[in-house]
């Protein structure tokens, strides 16, 4: 096999061995025989981080000296998933590492497992956000990730006896943390409340609370490019300003309390992904990051500057918008050029208008934030006064343009009246160069519907970029078997960095021999997968079985639903004696997703997705043949282990509410199938790999909205997919009368009357489709060879969604920039 050349740094085993040891002695306190795994993690991530300094430094010295403009990606979430191995990776130490773990006498694998995975994101938004830091610092461009250090991320998910998701707090630092460096000198000071008032013409904020900004600073370090950006997670301090009047009363309880309501801005992240609920902390966490954000940068690149020349600051930074979650930043920079350095109105809007450009990631309208006038009044009362006037200066702009009155009134910023609020996705348009959507169809639909006024007044400002994941650690960390095999395929590993060379695999999926090598490297990672499934759940998988994965977020419209009617359909086949079981493909199906809290079918999806494994999984009926895991708290590792075992992969949300999608990405990329709707990245990741190896199904964009038109929904249409389908009926009868609930008839009524009477998703609707495409699907595994081939089609054709070429479209497109020199 030819030998993979990752990064060398020149350190022999031993010296790394050494700095181990050093570390473990002087920043730990413990001789290597006192070690445990947990201890050598931590020695081993200051040693690598060492290796990294120079060029971190020297990454942020050509930023600042430089012309080459940097990338502000500010987004609320990054969810960076492990970071051992990526360091060791990019630092050219992997080799190193095996050595000294060698030496010192410990498992690579316990070493990795003590690290404590960072949670702070919700799902594909944070994720794409951890993908672009990386492609950004592999690349070269000079850039900040810039967001808040939460103390508790994402919930850890549990599964009570009943099946029902149980939340418990994420507290990510309980151990020690090696890799963030608190920087108290860089502090920002962020303010809150109080009142605007006129002092000699001006209007002047007197803020009535004020938070301190910490940095904690992330490397974030390139692959085999010498560079390393920063991530910058901002965590929220108390000035210590006691109030004093209470304190004097001697009310020491009362006085603490501020101090402690101000450190609460960064505890913790909101679990919903979708339908914002216009909380206040929410706000401060947004207003808290992205102040600090925007003074830091000023910081950084007029350094010492008594009075810069802010007109340049679009030559320095450009700032992108990850949703709405920052969009207060627009206003915000407004009143820092008008208020704190003197800039007039139209220098201050001209300059804001080009550094900031705005990521639209759902199409979903209840998920775009609008936020309450009063509650911006009341946090940032002086925000509330520039929006009006943003808002004032965009009527006009439009009337002027000789838009329809009708057309300004809907496309308002600021909505007047007794529940005026104030549109964050519409400010983000109007005061940004560029939006863009995750997908082609999405930027379409973008256009066409979600912001059609805004698209038709100002089409340039409208383009797309789609998603892309990085191939480092979704290929080459977490698949190092399928990578060793590309690497051997096309002679070289330089497809890591420039991942369309994937392409030149294409005649190998004509060579019986490399495609019988794909599918042993596809059986090796299931059966690992069994392993580390049985290590941490204790599930007993037999993997000689086709995986069959659907890991995301439980959304009804991502359709959960309607994988789990359709294995409830095959059991209840089985059990009728309607299919022999020896005739089927034996399938184990796995699920992943974590529910918002508060989300109420979602988690009575995901109960009775528990309750249907607990109870095929017990019937001798089924053995052998059709198994359903639910592996509880669904992450970046879960992730990491999981695709690269899958065999199919599940995208089957409703055609035009999946904004992109990028497990579908990670999944073609680890050679697994697809079943998957015209939704999404699924479009072009089908055009790419080729229609005849994408299991397509279901309704299209077009045909869901004139279902809808004929009021599927609101007419209860649904029930008639139920009459007219006796299979469906059985398997949603099944759920109705207690087979998955103990006999009990109500465990499930709120999610079967949603299915018969609204079923706003349409999974009845789809449900035909997809059976019948099932019925393929088992046709062509059937074909080992066939199968693998395809498989190595999609691995092949797939190298465009690296988000390395997202970032080259959004350097094109929107950014305007490119690497240092
Ligand atoms: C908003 C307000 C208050 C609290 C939380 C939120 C919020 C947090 C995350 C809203 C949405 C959030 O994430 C949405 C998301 O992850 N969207 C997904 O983005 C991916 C990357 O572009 C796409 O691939 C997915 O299709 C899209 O669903």
Known sequence: MTEITAPKSSLTSGEFTDEIREQLKYTQGVTPEQATAADVYVATAAAVRRHLVDSWMKTQHDMVNGDTKAVGYLSAEFLMGKQLENALLNAGL?????????????????????????????????????????SLASIGVPAFGYGIRYQYGIFKQEFDENGKQIETPDYWLVNEEPWGHVDYNRDQRVNFGGEVVEENGKRVWKPA?????????YMVPGYKSGRVNTLRLWTAKSYDEFDLLTFNKSDYLDAVIPKVEAENISKILYPEDSTPQGKKLRLEQQYFFVSASIHDAIRVFYPGEKNPDLTTLPNKIVFQLNDTHPVIGIPELMRVLIDEYGYDWDTAWSITNKTFNYTCHTLLPEALEVWPASLIGELLPRHLEIIKKINEQFM?????????????????????????SVRMAYLATYGGSYVNGVAELHSELLKDVTLKDFSSVYPDKFTNVTNGVTPRRFIKLANPRMSDLITEGLGTDAWLSDLEQLKGLIPLADDPEFVKKFAAVKQANKNDFAAFAKRKYGFDIDPNTMFNTMIKRLHE???????????????????????????????TVFFGAKAAPGYYLAKQTIQLINNVARV??????????LHVYFPWNYNIELAQNLIPATDLDEQISQAGKEASGTGNMKFALNGALTVGTLDGANVEIRERVG????????????????????????????????????????????????TFSNGDKDTYKDLVNDWLNKDYFMTLADFRAYMDIQAEIEETYRDPMKWARMAVLNVANSGYFSSDRSIEDYLERIWHTGALK
């Open 94 to 134: 992997t080799e190193q590492f095996e050595g000294a773990m060698k030496e010192l006498g410990f498992d690579t694998k316990d070493v990795i497992d003590a690290e404590y995975e960072p949670g702070l994101g919700n799902g594909g938004l944070g994720r794409l956000a951890a993908c672009y830091i990386d």
């Open 209 to 217: 609370w004020a938070v301190r900004a910490v940095p904690c600073d």
């Open 396 to 420: 006009s702009e439009l009337k002027a343009k000789g838009v329809a009155d009708d057309q300004i009134e809907r496309m308002r910023i600021y909505t007047d009246g007794k529940d005026a």
């Open 557 to 587: 419209y991502k359709r959960q639903a309607l994988k789990i009617l359709a294995v409830i359909a095959t059991y209840a086949d089985i059990k009728s004696g309607k299919v022999d079981p020896d005739t089927l493909v034996p399938r």
């Open 616 to 625: 095929i999984n017990n019937d001798p009926a089924t053995k052998g043949k």
């Open 691 to 738: 229609a005849e190896n994408f299991f397509l199904f279901g309704m299209t964009e077009p045909e869901v909205s004139a279902l809808y038109a004929k009021g599927y929904d609101t007419k209860g249409l649904s029930r008639e997919y139920y009459e007219k389908d006796p299979q469906l009926k059985q398997a949603i009868d099944m759920v109705a009368d207690g």
